[in-house]
C-alpha cells in the first residue's frame, strides 16, 4: 500500500488561510488522494478527494501537483470548529471486488487560535 | 435518516471474554470496514469486506473475526486471543463503484478490564 507522509501538527489563526501539506511519493496512477478530519472521541468525517486536477467543494479545496507525488489541502478561512486531526489518505482502485480501503497514516494535527 | 450505526459507544469487559460490536449501515453499500484507533495514533485497518459473504483481513486481523450475512450489518468479535483489545472501534462504509467517500460511524470505546 502507498504511504503518506504528513506533519504532525500545524497550527494557524482564525480567519486565516491553511496550506495542509501531504507527500506520497509512491502513489500508484491509479491511487486517489483522499482527505478525512476527526474531531476528539468521533469517527473521521470526509472532506475531499481528487485524483489529478485540483478539486474544490464547500468545506476545501485540494491542489494536486502535477507529478501527483504531493497534495496540499487548503481550509481558505480557518475557523475555530476546523480544529481537528487532518488525514491524508491514498485509496487504491477496486478491481473485481478487490481493493479500495483506505489505509490511513498519523495525520496532521490542526490547531486554530481566536 | 440514512447512516452508519454503531452500538454500544462503551463498552466494559472482562478480561478472557470475547465480546461483539455491532456496526449497521441503511445506506446500501456494499463495502465496510474495520478500524482500531489508539490514544493519539491513526486509524488501523482490522478487516474489511466488499461484498456479502466476503471479507479480507487488513493490517491488525489477528485477534478477531468478522462476518458479513447481511448487506447492512459487519458485526466485529474481539476475541480472547486479541492481546491488547482497549481501543476506539471505528466502523465505514462506502459504495464500491467509482472513487466515492466512506462514511464512519462515531465508533464504539472498548475497555477491558
Known amino acids: 500500500d502507498a504511504k503518506t507522509t504528513q506533519p504532525n501538527s500545524m497550527e494557524s489563526n482564525e480567519e486565516e488561510p491553511v496550506h495542509l501539506p501531504c507527500n506520497h511519493s509512491?502513489?500508484?496512477?491509479?491511487?486517489?488522494i483522499h482527505w478525512y478530519r476527526q474531531l476528539p472521541s468521533q469517527g473521521p468525517e470526509y472532506v475531499i478527494h481528487g485524483l489529478t486536477s485540483n478539486v474544490n467543494n464547500r468545506m476545501a479545496s485540494l491542489a494536486i501537483a502535477e507529478d501527483r507525488k504531493s497534495s496540499t489541502l487548503i481550509l481558505h478561512r480557518a475557523t475555530l470548529r476546523d480544529a481537528a486531526v487532518y488525514y491524508c489518505i491514498l485509496r487504491e482502485e477496486l478491481i473485481y471486488n478487490q481493493g479500495g480501503k483506505l489505509i490511513f497514516g498519523q495525520g496532521t494535527e490542526l490547531s486554530v487560535k481566536p | 435518516d440514512g447512516g452508519i450505526t454503531q452500538s454500544p459507544k462503551y463498552l466494559f469487559r472482562k478480561e478472557g471474554q470475547n465480546v461483539t460490536l455491532s456496526c449497521e449501515q441503511n445506506?446500501?453499500?456494499?463495502?465496510m470496514y474495520w478500524y482500531r484507533q489508539d490514544p493519539g495514533q491513526g486509524l488501523r485497518l482490522i478487516y474489511y469486506s466488499q461484498i456479502v459473504n466476503d471479507f479480507q483481513k487488513g493490517d491488525i486481523a489477528e485477534g478477531y473475526s468478522v462476518s458479513r450475512e447481511k448487506k447492512e450489518s459487519f458485526p466485529l468479535t474481539v476475541t480472547s486471543a486479541q492481546k491488547n483489545p482497549t481501543a476506539f472501534y471505528l466502523c465505514?462504509?462506502?459504495?464500491?463503484?467509482?472513487?466515492?467517500?466512506?462514511?464512519f460511524g462515531q465508533g464504539t470505546r472498548l475497555t477491558v478490564v
Open positions: 509512491t502513489i500508484s496512477g491509479t491511487d486517489y
Open positions: 445506506l446500501n453499500h456494499d463495502a
Open positions: 465505514a462504509s462506502s459504495i464500491t463503484v467509482g472513487q466515492t467517500e466512506a462514511f
